[in-house]
């Protein structure tokens, strides 16, 4: 335990402001959760691992010389036809069964990208060097990267970009209606097998360019996706589905939540504390729900 | 519950040949205790999974907890825990015989109860959810006591906590035949608890819930009260797995033994439903099936056995959604006692 961080208020102000940059990318990989949750009903265990994915495409092209900001261009486009892929092969079998079969099947598609992951590019954390150099703020005392500013305005910018396309393009509002009623959509002459594969392989490219991101401003590693699928999942429960804002709010909490926690706890708990705020969330969740049910007893 | 004769001489047959196959195959030892707790394990995973309809990804939780409460208690009653794990590798500790047993028993005991007891507790407010929300909430459950357990120092953190070494007692056999016996006997008294839950009204009600919780609500019966116990008595076998499995192994790590969610947590999952969920000898021929072929797989391509394993998964869900047991059913419906209209299956296949 350290509480050090309420005795120099400037170590908040730096852990808040890390949680609110950190917590913008969650909110990115969390609106293509909720894009494909409302969309297909689809829980995809494998969200963690698209997004280490899409980080390792950047990182190896820092490898090979090019400034891996560009990965934020390239990994959506490789990542949309790897979900594209995923949707064809696997999800397509699932999409109207039982959701608990979902999240199996994508927890086997998982373990399969995390292995592949690290016989491909090894077990080592790595991570893609962009040399922005760092923003000092408030007389030298809090230290901002500038990656990590420039991930959160790349975020952003996906993200009104994506808000734009599902209002005014012809697929987005195939994919809204789908969501809405996926039968009554069909009957209006909605390709809905299309719809579905369009909208993983969008939840596959947001992922990618959070990945590229992720291996900018921080590290990634094989088995690190886990943990990324779990925070989307608890900021989709909270801000509700197709609640864009909320997604944002709920996204740069957790960023928050998790840097204090860090700060606090000490960073070997960091992930366990994660895991723990899911679950009672998820217990708060259900005490509120059971109340609204008490009459039916 | 009523045995009849084919049965009886079908379980006798199995109890000789699980008593005689440590000298039949003394090679395999090992293989078959670990066999002995993965049954164990899918048997006890079945009961809420297959039987509740609650889909539990968090009985690794037990499994852990039982491992390093039973390892703990062995070392603890005799030396200084603190300074067991500290010293890690090197023993300045040696447990005599009597000590381990001694140790081991009580172990057990500690293993199995207190999952128990914590399945109780936390029972009310997880057992609540329903669906996916289940799922992920046992999920998440698993990794952060994986993670937490990781950070905890006197179980030995990160660097691991060594089980006591099996004590010298004559033959080198012994350790292999104690521990295959061991998960044996808690392989059969889970079976016989299984199949005599499956045989009474309770096992009745743990389907209404999985068919309609609400509905079963409605007929008056106290639906959370049933499921708390019925994942109490999964608790209690799998913390007793997680003993045993615990000395089996010989070391604990918090998430790549214990708290092995990717690997164990999993498993379960599968192998209930490779042999057939909701059916009593579906979750044991699943895990049969699927330790000889991860063992198979395991030893002849080392390495790629992640990759198996994730193909097999998705392969397994998509394709065999029903098991073994429920191609079997399928396929002669006559042996599980159903009675089939031959003209209504033709209209129906026609229908298709």
Redesign the interface.
Known sequence: MDFMVFQYPMISVQACLDGVLLGILFALIAYGMALQWGVMNI?NIAQGDLVILGGYIAYFMYLYGIHPAWGVIVAPVVMYFVGIAIYKL?IN??VD?D???S???T??????????M??AFGADVVLANSDYGTTMLFNNNVVLPNSKIFSAFISILFAICLVIYMKKSKLGRAIRATAQNARAAKILGVDTEKVYAATFGINAALCGVAGALISITFTIHPYMG?PYT?RS?MIV?VAGLGNLPGVAMSGMGLGVFEEFADYIL?T??R??SV??L??LI??Y???KL?RKREY?K | MSISKNNLILYVGILIFGIAAPFLFPAFKVQLSILCVLIVLATTWNIQGGEMGYNSFGNILFYGLGMYLCASVQVGMFFPLAEWTESGGEKTFVHTPAQFFQGMAVGLVVAAVVPTIVAGLIGYSILGLRGHYFAICTLGLGVAAGEISGGIEIIGAGQGFTTPPFPDVGSLDSRGEFFYFLSFFVLVLTFIAVRGIYSTRFKLILNAIRDNEDKAEAMGIETMKYKIVGWMISAFFCGLAGGIMGGLVGYIDSTDVAFDGREMGVFMVLMAILGGKGTLWGPIIGATVFHIFKEGFWTFFLGWQYVALGVLIVVIVIYFPEGIMGWLREKYPERFGEIVDEKDRKAQVELK
Not at chain 1, 107 to 116: D, E, N, P, V
């Open positions: 829980i696997v079998k699932v069964r959701l608990f079969i999240i199996l099947a927890f086997g598609i998982s373990i399969l990208f995390m292995q592949l690290n016989f886990l779990i999942f429960i000490g070997e708990f992930i366990g895991f723990l899911l679950v998820l217990v969740r259900r005490f059971s039916l």
